[in-house]
Nanobody, 120 residues
Framework: QGQLVESGGGSVQAGGSLRLSCAASGYDVSSHCMGWFRQAPGKAREGVARIFPDTGNTAYTDFVKGRFAISQDNAKNTLYLQMNSLKPEDTAMYFC?????????????WGQGTQVTVSS
């Protein structure tokens, strides 16, 4: 089984930016549907974005459209999430995930997560 290791989280002020990275081993990011979801304490998991193999098509949940961008570097086997115009409500643990399910929150595998904290 593969491993997904997230990095790049941290604390920023509202309006700031962060770029999350996900180093994949045992998964070929170019041939798997990959994505990100997040979860805040006491709240349900929220799908954030995903990217589809072959086409490179992307999908975003409404509350991040226009602010977040998912991408991948096949040579580095790494997935990214560029997050701009961050809001306090974006505060959560962000998880890199592989093998998409039917909806944007469904994945079969994910990493340990990286914390993102946005202050007002």
């Amino acid at each position: 089984q593969g491993q997904l290791v997230e990095s790049g989280g941290g604390s920023v002020q509202a309006g700031g930016s962060l770029r999350l990275s996900c180093a994949a081993s045992g998964y070929d990011v170019s041939s798997h549907c990959m994505g990100w979801f997040r979860q805040a304490p006491g709240k349900a998991r929220e799908g954030v974005a995903r990217i589809f193999p072959d086409t490179g098509n992307t999908a975003y949940t409404d509350f991040v459209k226009g602010r977040f961008a998912i991408s991948q570097d096949n040579a580095k086997n790494t997935l990214y999430l560029q997050m701009n115009s961050l809001k306090p409500e974006d505060t959560a643990m962000y998880f890199c995930a592989a093998d998409c399910g039917a909806s944007i929150i469904d994945f079969n595998y994910w990493g340990q997560g990286t914390q993102v904290t946005v202050s007002s």
